[in-house]
């Protein structure tokens, strides 16, 4: 009865991962959602800004705080450790839920595009950004990422086991191709308002921020195979590092 209880647990918070995804692309595309992160303002600007501020830290402290081993290794002291990772992952999308519900527009409009070739291109680019974020997650495996693969694992009654050091596709160009792809996605835009500004900017400076800590506990995890990955490839613009050309010997006289 448990393992079915904690599969169904896991399919539910995947289900709401899923669709708060599918939202959040609509959400910074403004593109067929009801309310987006440029829809009408409502409140006063430093109002707006002291109320999407906290829905930010508020998503960036889960987000971080959850992810990292010292507190998982005190939080499966109540949460069993088949839904561990989906419970991360429904509380992230809970956070996620409450910025798109609560944001407050700003209206300020910092650039816009008016050629309409130019537009498509960015809001497609857009959209590209966050197909890198979908399709890296299945590089390294999308279901264990968000916690399928660990009730499904206990559910059949196996024991789990963390996945290897890969390096697929995306992979081999950047470190963190999620990352890459999410600033794509919230940088490319034809209509730059004070409020996409501000949560580019916000999200980014998190994600540059998170990276460290990620990359900390990855080489703790995996040692040198992630000091050797680090030091040949970039952290998140690609092409931007080449492998050192070997010293030729010097003939001597």
Not at 104 to 112: N, V
Not at 121 to 129: A, E, N, P
Not at 178 to 196: C, D, Q
Request: proline content about 6%.
């Amino acid at each position: 009865m448990k393992k079915t209880l904690f599969l169904l647990y896991g399919i539910v918070a995947y289900v709401i991962f899923f669709g708060t995804f599918c939202y959040a692309v609509g959400f910074v595309s403004t593109i067929g959602v009801p309310k987006h992160i440029d829809s009408e303002p409502q409140s006063p600007l430093g109002m707006a800004v002291l109320i999407n501020t906290g829905l930010l830290s508020l998503f960036a402290l889960q987000h971080s705080i959850m992810a990292r081993p010292a507190f998982k290794r005190w939080w499966t002291q109540f949460v069993p450790e088949p839904i561990e990772r989906s419970t991360y992952v429904l509380l992230a999308s809970l956070c996620l839920i409450l910025l798109f519900s609560k944001w407050e527009p700003m209206g300020i409009i910092i650039w816009q595009v008016e050629a309409d070739g130019v537009q498509l291109l960015l809001k497609l680019l857009c959209l590209s950004g966050f197909g890198i974020v979908l399709v890296s997650t299945f590089l390294i495996n999308h279901f264990d990422l968000f916690g399928l693969r660990q009730v499904w694992l206990y559910f059949m009654g196996e024991k789990y086991k963390p996945l290897p050091f890969r390096t697929p596709l995306f992979y081999k160009y950047v470190r963190h191709p999620l990352y890459f792809g999410f600033m794509i996605a919230f940088w490319a835009t034809p209509t730059m308002t004070a409020a996409h500004l501000f949560f580019a900017l916000m999200t980014t400076g998190y994600m540059l921020t998170a990276i460290q800590f990620e990359e900390n506990d990855l080489i703790k995890h995996f040692g040198i195979k992630y000091k050797d990955y680090k030091r040949s490839a970039p952290m998140l613009i690609p092409f931007t590092k080449f492998p050192k050309r070997k010293k030729q010997p010097v003939a001597s006289r």
